[in-house]
């Protein structure tokens, strides 16, 4: 297959061409030429006035529901959804059932993922079952593929479990995912602590519970002489902590939900289920700090945490309403709203560079005779997001049937190229 992508900007921080508008030529998924006016003869030709080239996204926090939950997203479908978004990559979280705490759930996903358009990195389990008493087996699951371990969306309470994951994955590089919510302070709460849950009549989930685990991981994260990624941050508090234990030369990272840098507790005035998330949408205050955080490299990687779910577990009472929305295909558009078009080379760095380094992966090159992994796409693009264009099977999100500014015009990965 040859194609041409004519007239583009590049976006890629590692290559000669940053910031350059360039042709570049592709030849079965090999880089063949990169330069200025290439006529190419018996080609397939993108171009798009004002569009942009860059690395391949990376999503470090996704669900699908493959194990278990097919009904809600399988690895096919969760697949396409994210290629229609613009990953190349992602990691897949272990809220499945079974959880990915052994190799054998490890190898499942690997092995399935061969034959799919994207990348798949399951993260493994901390604890057996993510039941938060018993260390699973990390390093079993890190030889069979997983690089980064989780109790996805369930917070590690046990301190002394996370001391021991942490100093024992040191020696083989793998990273700790911690989900930072202290459950004695949150509760049974649903929605953020502050006037709008006052006003909504509903028990708030105080930020004190997300800024007190950080601290909490922070210092046994330096006792263990190990780095820490923190998965949706979503407080001011939380963003000035991990501020200040990287002035201080700590190995810590974080990342936030795109979703959480455009939306904030003023949304859930109609109790719409599908502004349910976890952690929640917290005060307008809140939101500023973490576009800020992302601006100034506190926080390192946006994130879709993509979270499927059927219409009967959110067509129900806001209180019994599971949380999380679909968010693979809206990622970038809702980022391109949060942190704006001149803060789009940050935006990039933080969906390729950052998310790859913080999984220990290798960066994507563009160079001649390197495979493609690219990600080919208009930041001032309109675009409407509804059930016709959604790929997933799963559609809980209160973006739906709504106009998208900034759009993913097609992908070159895997020797196949992709225009949507």
Same mark, same amino acid.
């Given at each position: 297959?040859?194609?041409?992508? +004519? ?13 350059? #508008? ?31 080239? @860059? ?8 669900? !699908? ?12 479908? %969760? ?15 272990? #809220? ?15 092995? $399935? ?52 994951? =942490? ?16 459950? &004695? ?11 709008? @849950? ?8 105080? @930020?004190?519970?997300?800024?007190? /685990?950080?601290?909490?991981?922070? /210092? ?14 979503? @407080? &001011? ?7 200040? *234990? ?14 959480? =840098? ?13 502004? $349910? ?12 700090? =973490? ?35 679909? #968010? ?25 560079? +950052?998310?790859? *380094? ?13 495979? *493609? ?11 409407? !997001?509804?059930? +016709?264009?959604?790929? %997933? $099977? ?19 990965? $895997?020797?196949? #190229?992709?225009? !949507?």
């Amino acid at each position: 297959m040859r194609l041409l992508i +004519k007239s583009v900007t590049i976006l890629w921080e590692n290559s000669d061409f940053h910031q350059l #508008n360039q042709d570049v030529f592709l030849e079965d998924g090999i880089i063949r030429q990169i330069g200025t006016h290439l006529d190419i003869p018996d080609v397939e030709v993108w171009h798009e006035e004002g569009s942009y080239l @860059s690395a391949g996204w990376f999503d470090l926090d996704a669900n !699908f529901g493959e194990p278990g939950f097919e009904n809600r997203e399988d690895l096919e479908t %969760g697949s396409q959804a994210a290629l229609s978004g613009g990953f190349t990559g992602l990691a897949l979280m272990p #809220n499945t059932q079974p959880a990915f705490h052994a190799k054998t759930q490890i190898e499942f996903i690997k092995n $399935k993922a061969r034959e799919l358009p994207i990348d798949l990195f399951p993260i493994g389990c901390i604890s057996k079952n993510r039941e938060g008493r018993e260390m699973a087996e990390l390093f079993d699951m890190y030889q069979t593929g997983a690089l980064a371990f989780s109790d996805g969306d369930r917070p590690l309470e046990n301190s002394g479990l996370l001391l021991r994951a =942490l100093q024992y994955t040191r020696p083989f590089h793998a990273k700790i995912f911690s989900y930072p919510e202290e459950i &004695s302070l949150s509760g049974s709460a649903k929605v953020h602590e502050g006037i709008n @849950s006052l006003r909504l009549g509903m028990k708030g989930i105080p @930020s004190l519970s997300e800024e007190w /685990m950080i601290q909490r991981d922070l /210092m046994i994260a330096v006792y263990a002489e190990s780095p820490i990624h923190f998965t949706s941050v979503s @407080s &001011s508090g939380a963003v000035e902590l991990i501020r200040e *234990a990287k002035a201080k030369g700590q190995k810590v990272t974080a990342s936030v939900p795109s979703y959480h =840098l455009v939306l904030d507790d003023g949304n859930l005035s109609d109790f719409d289920t599908n502004y $349910k998330v976890r952690p929640p949408l917290r005060s307008e205050r809140d939101k500023n700090a =973490l576009i800020h955080g992302l601006k100034d490299g506190t926080i390192d990687a946006i994130t879709s945490r993509h979270t499927p779910h059927e219409i009967e577990y959110k067509a129900v009472e806001f209180e019994l309403a599971l949380d999380g929305i679909v #968010n693979l295909q809206t990622c970038f558009p809702l980022a391109i709203q949060g942190l704006g078009l001149e803060s789009l080379n940050t935006l990039i760095r933080a969906l390729t560079i +950052k998310p790859r *380094a913080i999984m220990g992966l290798s960066q994507p090159e563009l160079k001649i005779g390197e495979s *493609a992994n690219f990600c080919w796409f208009h930041p001032d693009k309109n675009w409407i !997001f509804d059930k +016709k264009s959604l790929k %997933g $099977k799963s559609f809980n999100s209160p973006f739906l049937n709504k106009e998208m500014r900034g759009k993913v015009l097609g992908v070159v990965f $895997k020797n196949r #190229n992709t225009q !949507f």
